[in-house]
């Protein structure tokens, strides 16, 4: 059974801090690995996805990466922001089922100004 | 668009009730699944649909019911509510593309208490 964990649990950084967030997954077949940001009651967005075949994906100042056959992803932030203030969460999607996710429990950011 | 929209964002049940929590989706998704969110627990997958007509369960189906008579819609249903079924509920949906790139896009959740 694929179990997905995060570390830290929780994080509390000054502002302009550049951090890691870890993920990883014990079962190295899976087709993609998405990080999701989620605010106090809201739901998730999507950040990044990177797909099995990737090694890394980028988006203005996250930077993702995996490695498959360690079973670890970090996210990357740099130069933190207040507004980066949130929970992380990091999901696999293992192969040979359908479109569902297996999710960690999430790292909560604090990003002091 | 407006993406996934989820009624109602709150509701509040009594043991025993049944109610339906509504699913909606404007982007002609053809896979549609519900979560729930406890603390401590992350987020476990309920049931899933890969299309109209099908439906599939998750991890922790017992207690719920789904249909899909429609690409849009997927509501989620608690025959008999119990407190164990407090939680914030998400649904989500995706494309089906080959080769893995299956964004996969949130409502903003219910949150259900049952006393």
């Known amino acids: 059974k694929q179990e997905v964990t995060q570390i830290p649990a929780a994080l509390s950084v000054p502002e302009g801090e550049n951090l890691v967030l870890n993920c990883s997954f014990t079962d190295s077949a899976i087709y993609n690995l998405q990080w999701f940001r989620q605010d106090p009651g809201k739901g998730l967005t999507s950040l990044l996805l990177i797909q099995s075949s990737q090694r890394e994906q980028t988006s203005g100042r996250l930077n993702a990466s995996l490695d498959k056959s360690s079973g670890r992803s970090t996210l990357y932030i740099a130069a933190s922001q207040p507004g980066d203030s949130a929970t992380y969460l990091c999901?696999?999607?293992?192969?040979?089922?359908?479109?569902?996710?297996?999710f960690g429990k999430g790292t909560k950011l604090t990003v002091n100004p | 668009n407006a993406g996934v929209t989820q009624t109602p964002k709150f509701q509040v049940l009594k043991t025993g009730q049944s109610m339906t929590l509504q699913c909606a989706q404007d982007?002609?998704?053809?896979?549609m699944s519900w979560y729930r969110q406890d603390p401590g627990m992350g987020l476990r997958l309920i049931h899933y649909s890969v299309g109209a007509g099908i439906t599939d369960q998750g991890e922790v189906p017992n207690g719920y019911n789904v249909s899909r008579s429609t690409t849009e819609d997927f509501p989620l249903r608690l025959l008999s509510a119990a407190p164990s079924q407090t939680s914030v509920y998400f649904c989500?949906?995706?494309?089906?593309?080959?080769?893995?790139?299956?964004?996969?896009?949130f409502g903003a959740g219910t949150r259900l208490s049952v006393l």
């Open positions: 982007m002609n998704h053809e896979y």
């Open positions: 989500a949906s995706s494309y089906r593309p080959s080769g893995g790139r299956n964004i996969q896009y």
């Open positions: 999901a696999v999607r293992p192969q040979g089922g359908s479109e569902k996710l297996v």
